[in-house]
C-alpha cells in the first residue's frame, strides 16, 4: 500500500514562490513515476507535471518556465517549485505516485495512488 504525504501549500501574492513537498511511503520509491496534479473550484482535476523513475520531466504548457519538479530517491521525496505564481494557479495540489501510460506529451493515463491534497491560494 502506497501512502503520499503532501506539504508546503499556502497563500502567497501573485508573483510569489511555493514549493511543495509529498513523501511517499510504501513500495520502491526510486521505481516509480511521479507527478503533481491541482483541481481548481468548480474545473476537472489536471495534470501539472511529471518526473519518471528514469527523470525524465513533463509539464502542462501554462507552467513551463515557472514550475519544476524534482525527486531524492534517497528520502522518497518529490517536489514542485512554484515561482511567479499567478490568480490562476490557485487550486488543491495533490501529488500521485505510480504513474503509467505517458502520452507524446508527457501526460500519464494512470494513476496509481494519490495524496490527500494541499491548498495553493494566489492572491492577485
Known amino acids: 500500500q502506497v501512502q503520499l504525504v503532501e506539504s508546503g501549500g499556502g497563500l502567497v501574492q501573485a508573483g510569489g514562490s511555493l514549493r511543495l513537498s509529498c513523501v511517499v511511503a510504501?513500495?520502491?520509491?526510486?521505481?516509480?513515476?511521479v507527478g503533481w496534479f491541482r483541481q481548481a473550484p468548480g474545473k476537472e482535476r489536471e495534470f501539472v507535471a511529471a518526473v519518471r523513475w528514469s527523470g525524465t520531466t513533463s509539464y502542462v504548457d501554462s507552467v513551463k518556465g515557472r514550475f519544476s519538479i524534482s525527486r531524492d530517491n534517497t528520502k522518497n521525496t518529490m517536489y514542485l517549485q512554484m515561482n511567479t505564481l499567478k490568480p490562476e494557479d490557485t487550486a488543491v495540489y495533490y501529488c500521485a505516485a505510480a504513474l503509467r501510460g505517458f502520452s507524446v506529451s508527457g501526460v500519464p493515463s494512470y494513476i496509481g495512488s494519490w495524496g490527500q491534497g494541499t491548498q495553493v491560494t494566489v492572491s492577485s
Open positions: 510504501g513500495g520502491t520509491f526510486s521505481s516509480y513515476s
